[in-house]
């Protein structure tokens, strides 16, 4: 059993920076990855930065890379995701996810373990 939790969406204006966080409780055992989805209503939900467990190698989509940056704290147990200038269209609820993926690492299908969600909006 695995429990993912998120904190720290809000809302921001555009340009601005923002830090989401996720905490793992349980037993990661059998995952290999861990990372951030996104998605808006009525859309797919999008991988946007995932990383593998063991060694720590970072994998973004290109809507992000350049601006957001995923990192772990030593016990590997919480994973950050650092945004930095927001645009409007990263406007979405935000998934902390777990999972042993083959192939498409962002591929949100290919995870198991789910967080609830935590809003981020990018207005002016």
């Known amino acids: 059993q695995l429990r993912l939790t998120e904190t720290g969406g809000e809302s921001v204006e555009p340009g601005r920076s923002l830090t989401v966080s996720c905490v793992l409780d349980?037993?990661?055992?059998?995952?290999?990855?861990m990372g951030w989805f996104r998605q808006v209503a009525a859309k797919e939900r999008e991988g946007i930065a995932v990383?593998?467990?063991?060694?720590?190698?970072?994998f973004y989509a290109d809507s992000v890379k350049g601006r957001f940056t995923l990192s772990r704290d030593k016990t590997k147990t919480t994973l950050t995701l650092q945004m930095n200038n927001l645009k409007p269209e990263d406007t979405a609820m935000y998934y902390c996810a777990a999972g042993a993926p083959i192939g498409r690492v962002l591929d949100a299908a290919k995870y198991k373990y789910w967080g609830q969600g935590t809003q981020v909006t990018v207005s002016s």
């Open positions: 349980g037993d990661t055992s059998n995952t290999t990855f």
């Open positions: 990383m593998t467990r063991r060694s720590g190698d970072t």
